[in-house]
Structures are given as C-alpha cells and as structure tokens.
C-alpha cells in the first residue's frame, strides 16, 4: 500500500508523515528527491536552485518527472515492509506514475489543509532556505504549486486532516487520521510474499 500526503507549503504534511513513522512506516519525500537532484547537478541548496531544478525536471523529463526518480526508494521501502508513506505529490500525472509502477499496490491519498495565513507563519518561523520571505513570495510559491496540479491531488484525497486549530488539536487531529487509516485498510499494506505465505 502507498499513502500519499499531499498539501500545500506549510500545511502540516510532515507532522503527518512523522506519525506515520512513528508506527513503523517508511517515507519518502519527493521534496528530498529534488534536492538530492539539485546537489548532484553541482548547484548548492538555495530556493531559487531547488526552483528551478523541479523545473527543469518537468521539462526533460515530464510533469511525472519527480514521480519516476522516487520509484526505485519506494519500491525498496515496499519490498521491505509492504506499506510507505510518499509526501509531497504535486500532481494526478504523478499519481498516475506510481499507479503504473505498482499495479498491484493500493494507493490512498490524504490531503493536509490549512488557512493561507497560518501556512505562511509557519514557513516564516521555521527558515528554511527554500521558504518564501515576504506574502508576495508566498503567494507566487502557492500559485506556482496550484500550476503544478496539487489542487487536483488534494480534490482527489480519500482523507483530509484540517489544521485551522491549535497544535494540540492538530495533534490530536493527526493521531486520529492515522489511526483511521491504518484500521480501516488493514491487511492491505502486508506484502506479496506475506500474503503468499498465508494462503
């Protein structure tokens, strides 16, 4: 099984991702996919560089272009534990990648959602150096990443988690989700060879 978490900058998707592993479900960020590309290319880890990297991707490659250098870390993590947990997806033709590349898997998005305002204070405060600085830049990122499709994505999630609250009613939000999740496809996430052995 692939979870998918999908959200906008900001939106609590990491908090989300970090429960996952708190169970014992591997992740893998398609936001570190492009950063490892960006290194290996020989540009140092500015936003600008990350930008445009994730870019150029897309036109070498094709809007699923992020979607295919991840395969290989997800099918390692499926092969290993029958279930992982891929954040960041910006796109259906991404989706659409990892369906193809696992046909047998089941794929269940869950979408993060928060107010604009409280997405931009949190990039704010935690500094990361591809974070917007001002609201115009956090605007442009935000319509850069609708472009992309998330939108799509996240009117397409089989769950939401709405973080317009506290921290600790996200939390509590975010414990409840997955908890949700997990039981209400259970089995689903044992591997090929498991399932093998039980019948």
Same mark, same amino acid.
């Given at each position: 099984?692939?979870?998918?978490?999908?959200?906008?900058?900001?939106?609590?998707?990491?908090? *989300?991702?970090?429960?996952?592993?708190?169970? =014992?479900?591997?992740?893998?960020? /398609?936001?570190?996919?492009?950063? %490892?590309? %960006?290194?290996?290319?020989?540009? +140092?880890? %500015?936003?600008?560089?990350?930008?445009?990297?994730?870019?150029? *991707?897309?036109?070498?490659f094709?809007?699923?272009?992020?979607?295919? /250098?991840? $395969?290989? +870390?997800?099918?390692?993590? *499926?092969?290993?534990?029958?279930?992982?947990v891929?954040?960041?997806?910006r796109?259906?033709? #991404?989706?659409? %990648?990892?369906?193809?590349?696992?046909?047998?898997?089941? $794929?269940?998005i869950?979408?993060?959602?928060?107010?604009?305002?409280?997405? @931009?204070?949190?990039?704010?405060?935690?500094k990361?150096?591809?974070?917007?600085?001002?609201?115009? #830049? @956090?605007? #442009?990122?935000?319509? +850069?990443? /609708?472009? @992309?499709?998330?939108?799509?994505?996240?009117?397409?999630?089989? &769950?939401?988690?709405?973080?317009?609250?506290? +921290?600790?009613? &996200?939390?509590?939000?975010?414990? =409840?989700?997955?908890?949700?999740?997990?039981?209400?496809?259970? =089995?689903?996430?044992?591997?090929?060879?498991?399932? =093998?052995? /039980?019948?």
């Open positions: 099984m692939i979870i998918v978490v999908a959200g906008m900058p900001g939106s609590g998707k990491s908090r *989300l991702v970090t429960e996952f592993e708190k169970r =014992g479900i591997p992740s893998v960020s /398609l936001g570190d996919v492009v950063r %490892t590309e %960006t290194q290996r290319r020989g540009l +140092k880890l %500015t936003r600008e560089n990350v930008a445009k990297v994730s870019m150029r *991707l897309r036109q070498e094709g809007q699923d272009a992020v979607a295919k /250098l991840a $395969i290989p +870390k997800v099918r390692e993590h *499926l092969s290993k534990s029958g279930i992982v891929v954040e960041g997806v796109s259906l033709d #991404e989706i659409g %990648t990892f369906k193809s590349a696992f046909p047998w898997e089941g $794929i269940i869950v979408a993060v959602h928060a107010p604009p305002r409280s997405r @931009f204070e949190r990039l704010r405060s935690r990361r150096h591809d974070d917007p600085r001002s609201w115009e #830049e @956090f605007e #442009e990122r935000d319509w +850069k990443e /609708l472009r @992309f499709g998330l939108g799509n994505v996240i009117a397409m999630a089989d &769950y939401m988690v709405v973080n317009d609250g506290s +921290k600790e009613e &996200y939390e509590e939000a975010v414990r =409840g989700v997955v908890d949700r999740i997990l039981r209400e496809n259970e =089995g689903r996430g044992k591997s090929r060879a498991e399932v =093998g052995k /039980l019948e």
